[in-house]
């Protein structure tokens, strides 16, 4: 089951930046909660960013000044700017509810290397 499609990531360098962007197929988009997840190998998904469906977000500690969440409802589309990239970032990103479903995406992959 397909509820959320992720794009945007890529290979950039250390410093660098990218936007990721979470497609929401539901309808009620708006209503909900969503997030920003990353699992990076040989370690456990954990929570990136949060965005409420009012407009109120929060952080990871370690990505907190640097990465940017927010959501536009009119195109049901969410999304994560990443800045001040390093090889901590790298991991495939997820977007779901907070807290979420249990249908994930395909992610999408964010390598930041040299």
């Known amino acids: 089951q397909v509820q959320f499609v992720e794009s945007g990531g890529g290979l950039v360098q250390p410093g660098g930046f990218l936007r990721l962007s979470c497609a929401g197929l539901?309808?009620?988009?708006?209503?909900?909660?969503m997030g920003w997840y990353r699992q990076a190998p040989g370690k456990k998904r954990e929570m990136v960013a949060v965005?409420?469906?009012?407009?109120?977000?929060n952080y990871a500690d370690s990505v907190k000044g640097r990465f940017t969440i927010y959501r536009d409802n009119a195109k049901n589309t969410v999304y994560l700017q990443m800045n001040s990239l390093s090889s901590e970032d790298t991991a495939v990103y997820y977007c779901?509810?907070?807290?979420?479903?249990?249908?994930w995406g395909r992610g999408t992959q964010v390598t930041v290397s040299s």
């Open positions: 539901g309808s009620l988009f708006r209503l909900n909660s």
């Open positions: 965005i409420f469906s009012g407009g109120l977000t």
């Open positions: 779901n509810y907070r807290p979420p479903s249990l249908y």
